[in-house]
């Protein structure tokens, strides 16, 4: 008998929660990120964080600013920096897709989440984003507080 293999699902994620409130997003793309072995164990264990991070195109590739991933506990060979800039990994087209999108003025590079697919690998989901204004993001809290008393009002009747 022929024994089933198990898949390891992770479903792990790691959000930027602000993201959505700080930008309104245009467009998304799924890329990988290049990561040392020590790095992914850290992320693997949810110390990483995507807050105050942002992409950037250079000489044709894109790369993750301000990433940080604290150092796994347990590794004692080499001591990475937890800021330290990480290729992401996009085919050509792709990247001349996202070039001319943010080339227009007030557009930005931001990751939403980092997540593990079925096969183990660590993506990245990155969102051609546009600042909002003051006025937007009250507009926003705004929508969410009436949404909420909506869903309470739902739960009494």
Do not use: C
């Not at 080499?78 to 943010?102: C, N, T, V």
Request: net charge positive; glycine share 4%.
């Amino acid at each position: 008998m022929a024994k089933k293999q198990q898949t390891k699902t992770y479903t792990q994620a790691i959000q930027n929660r602000k993201a959505r409130f700080e930008f309104e997003i245009l467009d998304t793309v799924v890329a990988g990120i290049e990561l040392l072995g020590s790095e992914v164990k850290s992320v693997r264990l949810g110390k990483a964080s995507l807050n105050e991070s942002f992409a950037i195109i250079h000489h044709g590739e894109v790369w993750l600013e301000n990433m940080q991933i604290t150092p796994y506990e347990f590794n004692h060979l080499d001591s990475l920096e937890p800021k330290r800039s990480r290729k992401l990994l996009l085919h050509k087209a792709e990247i001349a897709k996202l070039q001319s999108q943010i080339s227009e003025k007030g557009l930005a590079l931001i990751p939403l989440k980092a997540f593990f697919n079925p096969k183990g690998v660590l993506k990245l989901e990155l969102a051609v984003a546009k600042g909002k204004k003051l006025f937007d993001k009250r507009e926003t809290i705004k929508n969410r507080d009436n949404e909420r008393q909506l869903q309470q009002i739902k739960k009494q009747y």
